[in-house]
RNA sequence: CGGAGCGUAGCUCAGCCUGGUAGAGCACUUGGUUUGGGACCAAGACGUCGCAGGUUCAAAUCCUGUCGCUCCGACCA
């Protein structure tokens, strides 16, 4: 490609709109353009760059098995009734409705189409296993779309699927899948590592992601660099040991603490109880139903984990009015020491690291009163304890015990086994050997390929540009002659050098712009390309 | 949706507080000079000042509403 002809703008300054290096980056160099918030058009080097990093999802796909098909983008939402999501993953489906009125959603995900193929199609244990996957847009109503291509209302995903007849052969689906993923970031030039995650409103038993380490990354992981544990902050466990019991004391003994509302405050003179002896109480509304957690002072509620452990589909705290209807005090004298909701049984969840803890603080359900000497186990009824804290850095890796760390990272793939959730709703059933008829056992499977590309971008930059990987760089070597006049000897090197290049197949871009050389030098360098010659006299002369 | 900020030329921004003929740099067009690290000279083109309403003799500027964009939070590939 001679420069001249494409359509590169770069721009000398970022835009405005951006704030992160990888979407400075992809604007400047030209690569993407905005039409609106977490809509993108690619232009052409853009679009180059994304076919590289397609074309090596694909071959690692086709390598461990996996089928491409194609799958409607517009889809009808009674599949999405039987699977259940129409409601759970209705914050994120884009609706549409034909001229005739009947509505229609935009893919963000393919599990039903999929499901629904395999359930006319596979009858027999015969045809498995299968796994079948396709690179296509995928439409997510974000709620608030972030960076560019990172979090996009629209995005390209590569998602597959796959149907065992066991667990079993389920499980070693996955670990194809994981094995390609881990070669297909490796490929992309990127250095990625695979972390335990949780599974969301997708569902299912096991699950991984591929985190790209960045500063920028929305993720929090926790690790350990002495044993390789990783974990999704969501999901990650530490060794932390339970809350030390002390000698049995006195019985609980209610106390004044006016104006105290806060765990720091009741840390302080003249109450000097320790975090880590205090009980916080906070109230959810889990699919609607009240509960009360319970978690030590010195820890943070997980959410996630709360949803996981429950398995609420919905989980948002208490509002204060809701509090003191339920409770009659408010937020900060909270306890859960003989309270019961005022409407029907309460229940109580209570993290682990409570387990026997006693000689405990925690509030009185009376505004500007607390509890003291309270045993969580004599004094507080727990309707079941669950892991509901957020580990931090520092504590004991749940494997080895070293010191974990903390760090944030960019997700750009998640693979899931599924089980027969899909399977089960969907009727994706088989006859196996002895004619009983048994649900597909699936996973599946996805890469953020646009993100994936801005992801090489935040990983690979420096300060004049983007530094592209060789394998999805848009054009491997870019030649830059400094005069541009035909018949001058550095423009007719320039077109032989570009003439046998491309007979061998490398992609050349070739500089034909009649700019100053500092011009052309700085492009190339903010676009990114691997490999640069330059042909001017001095260069011919030697 | 909650919190914060921003909308003036293709891009980066000034002007707004204190109302009175819409600006700069870069980019673009033409001519000339220049040519190994984002050149220079001259001439030129480019604006419903996001949109709507209000106040005023007069609004980019003040007021109200609205739309859009960005960041923090809830969501995820």
Not at 114 to 126: C, V
Not at 179 to 206: K, M, N, W
Request: net charge neutral; with cysteine; aromatic share 8%.
């Amino acid at each position: 490609m001679y420069w001249s002809k494409t359509l590169i703008p770069t721009l000398r300054e970022a835009p405005a709109e951006a704030e992160i290096a990888s979407h400075q980056l992809l604007l400047r160099a030209g690569l993407i353009r905005k039409l609106a918030g977490g809509v993108y058009t690619f232009l052409p080097l853009g679009l180059r760059a994304l076919r590289k990093i397609e074309r090596i999802i694909r071959e690692e796909m086709d390598r461990a098995g996996a089928l491409e098909v194609a799958m409607p983008a517009l889809q009808p939402p009674e599949i999405w009734e039987q699977s259940g999501r129409a409601q759970t993953a209705s914050d994120v489906l884009f609706k549409v409705k034909d001229s005739a009125g009947r509505q229609w959603f935009l893919s963000p995900t393919a599990e039903e189409v999929i499901t629904t193929l395999a359930a006319g199609e596979i009858n027999s244990y015969r045809q498995l296993p299968k796994n079948f996957y396709q690179v296509s847009v995928k439409f997510r109503d974000e709620i608030r779309p972030r960076f560019g291509l990172m979090r996009a209302k629209e995005f390209i995903m590569k998602d597959a699927y796959s149907f065992d007849t066991t667990d079993a052969g389920a499980m070693a689906s996955y670990q194809k899948m994981y094995d390609a993923y881990a070669r297909i970031f490796a490929r992309c030039g990127l250095q990625s590592f695979p972390v335990e995650a949780d599974t969301g409103v997708i569902g299912g038993s096991h699950s991984h992601e591929f985190m790209i380490p960045a500063a920028t990354g929305e993720n929090e992981v926790a690790y350990c660099e002495a044993c390789g544990y990783a974990a999704n902050i969501e999901k990650a466990t530490s060794g932390v040991p339970a809350t030390a019991p002390r000698e049995i004391g006195a019985a609980v003994e209610k106390f004044a603490t006016p104006g105290v509302v806060t765990i720091e405050a009741l840390a302080k003179e003249p109450y000097k109880v320790a975090a880590n002896r205090q009980i916080k109480t906070l109230v959810y509304i889990l699919d609607s139903k009240p509960v009360l957690i319970l978690i030590r002072g010195d820890d943070q509620l997980n959410e996630t984990k709360l949803m996981a452990r429950t398995g609420a589909t919905a989980a948002r705290p208490a509002t204060p009015e809701e509090i003191f209807e339920l409770l009659g005090a408010h937020p900060g004298s909270l306890g859960a020491v003989g309270s019961t909701f005022k409407s029907g049984a309460k229940t109580v969840y209570a993290d682990e690291r409570l387990r026997g803890a006693n000689e405990m603080t925690t509030g009185a359900n009376e505004d500007g009163f607390h509890f003291r000497n309270v045993s969580i186990e004599r004094d507080i009824t727990v309707t079941q304890w669950f892991d509901l804290r957020t580990v931090n850095a520092g504590e004991p890796c749940v494997k080895c015990a070293k010191p974990l760390k903390i760090r944030r990272a960019i997700e750009v793939g998640h693979v899931f086994k599924l089980g027969t959730k899909y399977s089960e709703k969907l009727n994706a059933t088989f006859l196996d050997e002895t004619g009983a008829r048994k649900p597909a056992v699936m996973g599946c499977y996805g890469i953020g390929v646009t993100r994936t590309l801005q992801a090489v971008v935040e990983q690979s930059h420096d300060k004049d540009g983007i530094v592209w990987p060789l394998a999805v760089a848009p054009y491997t070597v870019c030649i830059t002659p400094l005069s541009v006049v035909p018949g001058s000897p550095a423009f007719t090197l320039a077109e032989k050098i570009y003439t046998e290049l491309t007979a061998q197949g490398v992609d050349v871009i070739l500089d034909d712009r009649d700019d100053r050389p500092g011009v052309k030098f700085k492009d190339s360098e903010l676009v990114g390309f691997p490999i640069r010659i330059g042909i001017g006299e001095k260069s011919l002369a030697k």
